[in-house]
């Protein structure tokens, strides 16, 4: 039994002759009238009565008709389906991803993506960088959201944005009059800061200590959107990512660092995981949707208050 044997017989069920079966599938009518013989050979069944020049389903055919069509059924939905795959419309993915990014952004995305493409299913776990490295390489994640630089061989990296940190204040502080901020406009005010086991506090003491500036250490929290809130109720001046002042956009007054601190982001992919079609979709959407946050964020940090 096969396939073409089986096309032929649902194709003289559907028209009730072999020679309208033949026209159907675009072949000879003694090709049709071997391929059902054969059909019923394999099976060892009597599919039609031939009596009175007339092919009529037997009760065993007609059973056999009934179970064919499921499998013509199937084979459509397996085209359909393929179909919703060329098209991102389907799929899944796992996705892990560093706070900064994770707790705002991201979902946003995912809830965008989502509404184009309403069959796919997205896993997100928000981690730290040192975990989401180790699941890449395990291959637990299909791709993940990492802080910069990593150096092992058997992860894939592609670079998602290298942005200097903005001075984050606010609303109605005295040096959101200016356009742009140095590190010496800091010194001697209360700053929001990321705790001492995040590896970006070291980078920021040290890009202070070098400009030999003193801030008043009141707050520390774990999260930059942390830093954000705190800023936003008046407890002192800090720097964040474009990422997590978008969420707080209403709420702070951006501005321009310069010289300051480069907030390094990476896509991370398995080495030996290719990526899914929808995958693709959703990384050329999340690509669009970060650079859409620059702009915002830009344009914010230039607006007097």
């Given amino acids: 039994m096969n396939i073409r044997q089986l096309e032929a017989f649902r194709a003289t069920v559907l028209v009730g002759t072999v020679n309208g079966a033949a026209n159907l599938l675009g072949v000879s009518q003694p090709s049709i009238s071997r391929l059902i013989s054969q059909l019923e050979k394999s099976l060892e069944l009597v599919l039609f009565d031939r009596a009175n020049g007339r092919l009529v389903l037997t009760a065993e055919g007609q059973m056999i008709y009934e179970q064919v069509q ?4 199937a084979l459509d939905k397996v085209r359909e389906y393929a179909h919703d795959i060329r098209g991102s419309r389907v799929g899944s993915l ?3 991803c560093m706070p900064a990014l994770g ?3 991201l979902p946003r995305v995912i809830h965008a993506f989502c509404q184009k493409h309403p069959d796919v299913s997205i896993s997100l776990d928000i981690q730290t960088s040192p975990k989401i490295e180790d699941w890449i390489v395990a291959q637990h994640i299909d791709f993940g959201l990492a802080q910069l630089p990593f150096n092992r061989d058997d992860i894939i990296v ?3 944005c290298n942005i200097p940190y903005y001075a984050v204040l606010p609303r109605r502080h005295p040096l959101a009059e200016r356009g742009a901020l140095g590190p010496r406009d800091f010194d001697g005010l209360p700053f929001i800061s990321l705790t001492r086991h995040n590896s970006v506090r070291h980078l920021v003491d040290q890009f202070f200590s070098v400009h030999e500036v003193n801030r008043i250490m009141r707050v520390e929290t774990s999260y930059l959107a942390a830093v954000c809130q705190l800023v936003q109720a008046g407890l002192g001046v800090g720097l964040a ?4 002042i978008q969420d707080h956009i209403d709420g702070v007054t ?4 310069r010289p300051s601190v480069e907030f390094k982001v990476g896509l991370l992919y398995p080495s030996h995981r290719p990526l899914s079609k929808v995958g693709r979709a959703f990384i050329a959407f999340l690509k669009q949707q970060r650079d859409t946050v620059f702009a915002n964020v830009l344009a914010a940090a230039g607006r007097k208050h």
């Fill in 94 to 96: 796992s996705i892990a």
């Fill in 254 to 257: 951006a501005r321009i660092m």
């Fill in 103 to 105: 707790l705002g952004f």
């Fill in 241 to 244: 990512d474009p990422f997590s």
């Fill in 158 to 160: 592609d670079e998602f």
């Fill in 70 to 73: 499921h499998t013509f059924n």
